[in-house]
């Protein structure tokens, strides 16, 4: 096993459908994430990059292939192991964010909590702590309604930080954001990035290049 290399994604397909209208979404996608690392996979739309980070996520299953993080092949789990991997080692930032409306912003941010056996109360110093960092104290029982795109995106970054990932994938952060959010969710990726690898799809080639220490296009890596 190779220690340094915290995602290995080893020769994945993902097909939807089936015969004539059969779409290979993933075909044959190979790369690594280093530990710490700060990777960014650029991409067009329609590219596969949405599937690759469910995949990546276990939110779905790939048709063939291997993910392994730390060595494990997390595409193979199911049941209780399944969940209690998912929204653990790896945080993932959705592209429209994906918080509950009718939960507040703390609401949203330990939802997650349960699943993995951690109470509200053994949660609380790492909630105030990320909620400090991330400047969403004043929003925390705010309702996604009252917030703006920048603050919501901050609240899903606080509950995909809540277990610690040793990954966090994010699917085109700047898409939904206006140029003054665009600055600070980069200041705040790279201030994550000093503790967690990151994995960063866009198809915005500039904060591609801005924020990555390493950059590859999904068609040079999706055979
Ligand atoms: P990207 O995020 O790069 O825009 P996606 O991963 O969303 O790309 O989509 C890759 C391809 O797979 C596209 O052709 C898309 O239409 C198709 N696709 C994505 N999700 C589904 C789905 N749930 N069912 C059928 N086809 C899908
Ligand atoms: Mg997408």
Known sequence: ?????????????KNYGKGESRTAALRGISFDV???????????????????????????RPTSGEILL???????????????YRGGKIG??????ELLDNL?????IVLPLALHGITQKQAQGSLMELA?????????????SQMSGGQKQRVAIARACMLQPSVLCFDEPTSAL??????????????????????????????????GTRVVRI???NQ
């Open 1 to 13: 096993m190779d220690w340094n290399k915290i995602l290995q994604v080893k020769n994945v397909t």
């Open 34 to 60: 280093l530990e710490g690392e700060f990777l960014g996979i650029m991409g067009d739309s329609g590219s596969g990059k949405t599937t690759l980070l469910n995949c990546i996520a276990t939110m779905t």
């Open 70 to 84: 730390n060595g494990e092949d997390i595409s193979a789990f199911k049941g209780a192991r399944l969940a209690k």
């Open 92 to 97: 993932y930032l959705y592209q429209e964010f």
């Open 104 to 108: 507040t912003a703390r609401e949203n």
């Open 132 to 144: 400090g960092r991330l400047d969403i104290v004043p929003v925390l029982d705010r309702f996604p």
């Open 178 to 211: 206006d140029v003054e959010s665009i600055a600070s969710v980069t200041s705040i990726i790279k201030d994550l990035s000093k503790e967690m690898a990151i994995l960063i799809i866009t198809h915005d080639e500039g904060f591609a290049k801005q924020v």
């Open 219 to 221: 068609t040079d890596i």
